[in-house]
């Protein structure tokens, strides 16, 4: 009959990180949780121990006891996700925040702001990115940079007649 499972033996690196980590107030809880399990298996306590002792299902303790063990201190960190890769490179998504930064009349526009109707089309046509507006919306957010509200009673009026058509303001 095998024996408990045990941790192997923790270098002077990977017990001062681990100890850091699982008594952490500012880490993700995630990786509280899997260096508490590592420390613990450190300690010399087996698994059926941790799992009474830290109150996580079985196969969370297994799970991490065994990615610590096979790739150290790298497999406490979350894996790579699936899904599809980005769209857009980073040198496109820093040509936008370029174009976004700029003003308009820089780049010989005849408007004084971006719109992101207008951001969008100036980057599809003359730097050759064609993104979606949220996209655009996204990436300038994440970046921090804000829209105003466009004011559409300021400004010269598209109909030159308006005054005419409208009559006088005060009877």
Same mark, same amino acid.
């Given at each position: 009959?095998?024996?408990?499972?045990?941790?192997?033996?923790?270098?002077?690196?990977?017990?001062?990180?681990?100890?850091?980590?699982?008594?952490?107030?500012?880490?993700?809880?995630?990786?509280?949780?899997?260096?508490?399990?590592?420390?613990?298996?450190?300690?010399?306590?087996?698994?059926?121990?941790?799992?009474?002792?830290?109150?996580?299902?079985?196969?969370?303790?297994?799970?991490?006891?065994?990615?610590?063990?096979?790739?150290?201190?790298?497999?406490?960190?979350?894996?790579?996700?699936?899904?599809?890769?980005?769209?857009?490179?980073?040198?496109?998504?820093?040509?936008?925040?370029?174009?976004?930064?700029?003003?308009?009349?820089?780049?010989?526009?005849?408007?004084?702001? *971006?719109?992101? =109707? $207008? @951001?969008?089309?100036?980057? /599809?046509?003359?730097? #050759?990115?064609?993104?979606?507006?949220?996209?655009?919306?996204?990436?300038?957010?994440?970046?921090?940079?804000?829209?105003?509200?466009?004011?559409? *009673?300021?400004? =010269? $009026? @598209?109909?030159?007649?308006? /005054?005419?058509?409208? #009559?006088?303001?005060?009877?």
């Amino acid at each position: 009959m095998r024996g408990p499972l045990r941790m192997r033996a923790l270098t002077d690196e990977e017990t001062r990180v681990i100890h850091k980590l699982a008594h952490s107030q500012t880490a993700a809880i995630r990786l509280v949780q899997r260096a508490r399990i590592v420390e613990l298996a450190g300690q010399g306590q087996t698994i059926p121990e941790i799992i009474e002792q830290t109150g996580n299902a079985p196969g969370m303790v297994y799970k991490w006891f065994k990615r610590f063990a096979e790739m150290g201190l790298a497999g406490l960190g979350d894996a790579a996700r699936s899904g599809a890769p980005s769209r857009y490179t980073p040198e496109a998504k820093a040509q936008v925040l370029h174009a976004a930064r700029t003003r308009p009349t820089d780049l010989g526009l005849p408007y004084a702001s *971006w719109t992101v =109707e $207008r @951001l969008a089309l100036y980057v /599809a046509e003359q730097v #050759g990115v064609r993104m979606k507006k949220t996209r655009i919306f996204e990436i300038l957010q994440d970046e921090g940079l804000r829209w105003r509200h466009q004011e559409t *009673w300021f400004g =010269e $009026r @598209l109909d030159p007649e308006f /005054a005419q058509k409208r #009559g006088p303001s005060k009877p």
